[in-house]
């Protein structure tokens, strides 16, 4: 535990505490800010079925504080349930936001402070950095994060995804503003998460931290990086399978929490690759952390070409065993295996031919992700390569 303790210490963007402690810093925080008023977002009923909510309440009941609840945050959520939130907060005029949840409501939560504390249109910041290039210099107050699933690593990043439902797309505002500058994280949050969640968000942070490691090109955006994706997936190898297995171990939950989190650290540097650009609106057809670690070993045979990567490859050769990198892909593959993963795409009847041509056909509309991949798709051939990775992956 101690190893991923230093590294969280390290975390420039980010004070994460970690542990049940968590619930008297917070409590400290609070009383030290003089909070009077704190809007809290949740999920329609996770934070009440697994506790976290209850525990919530009990670690604020002796403070002088008045609370006021959104809870109608769904799965994926929408650019109109944003709006809502935005509207809450305008009415409740808060003097702290609270996210508690998984990353559905860290990354609304996120957009709405942002929407609310701007006066501007969520839809005017999605894309990369357009509130620091409409606004420079400025500063707004950060949402304080409770992670309550092992996955999307949201309350260290500065992404919040969000559908838009009329478009039937999935959107991104990437803004170094919204990142949290205050996480807990509390294993214990998760606890109650089933073995299906557990898989899904977990494989959500082990897709962030293999796609930030094996992506070369930005290894000078911060040193440590590669140390944090590391100790990430080294993590979930021994305690992903664990923890699916038996939600309520301890070492095993509090593993995958720390591996999430680390994730999320990786990926606020380094840039996911073809997997999280491919699947990025395959929202309601499969799980988003399946569909990248699905994706990956095609991707990555595409990866190694480039000699750089190959190289990289093999610095994973004592948490995935083989000798070339082609192996190493195969030993990652076989503990996709025994954490249950679906051999293919094949497995999911949302995931059609039709959907595949066209997220081939899409994806020469992100051209920075195109560039920015471990091996860059030439935009001119993108349709090609990537619809050929698509078919390897069905």
Known sequence: ?????????????????????????????????????????????????????????????????????????????????????????????????????????????????????????????????????????RKLKKVICFPTTSGTGSEVTPYANIVDRGLKVKKLISETEIIPAEAFVIPELAAAMPPAVTRATGCDALAHALEGFLNVGQDANQPQANEWALESIRLLKE????????????????????????????????????????????????????????????????????????????????????????????????FLDRCGVPAGLKAFPGITPELLEQTARSAGLNKMKLELAPRPVPLENSYEIILKLLKQAK
């Open 239 to 334: 305690f992903l399978p664990r923890a699916i297995a038996d939600g309520r171990d301890p070492e095993a939950r509090a593993a995958a929490a720390a591996a999430a989190t680390l994730g999320g650290m990786v990926i606020r540097y380094k840039s996911t690759g073809l997997p999280h650009l491919c699947s990025f609106s395959w929202f309601g057809r499969i799980e988003h952390g399946i569909a990248a670690v699905l994706l990956l070993p095609a991707a990555w045979k595409y990866y190694i070409q480039n000699e750089e990567v190959a190289v990289r490859t093999m610095l994973l050769a004592g948490i995935f065993p083989g000798k070339t990198p082609l192996e190493v892909i195969g030993s990652y593959r076989k």
């Open 1 to 137: 535990m101690q190893l991923y303790q230093n590294f969280f210490a390290d975390y420039p963007d980010t004070d994460i505490t970690f542990g049940t402690e968590a619930w008297k810093t917070f409590a400290a925080l609070l009383e030290q800010r003089a909070a009077g008023k704190i809007v809290i977002f949740t999920g329609r009923h996770s934070a009440d079925r697994s506790g976290a909510w209850g525990q919530f309440e009990q670690a604020v009941k002796f403070l002088p504080l008045r609370l006021a609840r959104f809870r109608e945050i769904e799965t994926e959520p929408g650019t109109e349930t944003v709006e809502k939130m935005t509207a809450f907060l305008n009415r409740e005029q808060p003097d702290e936001v609270i996210a508690l949840g998984g990353g559905s409501p860290l990354d609304a939560a996120k957009a709405a402070y942002l929407e609310y504390q701007t006066g501007r249109s969520q839809r005017e910041f999605f894309g990369v950095n357009k509130f620091s290039s409409l606004c420079p210099g």
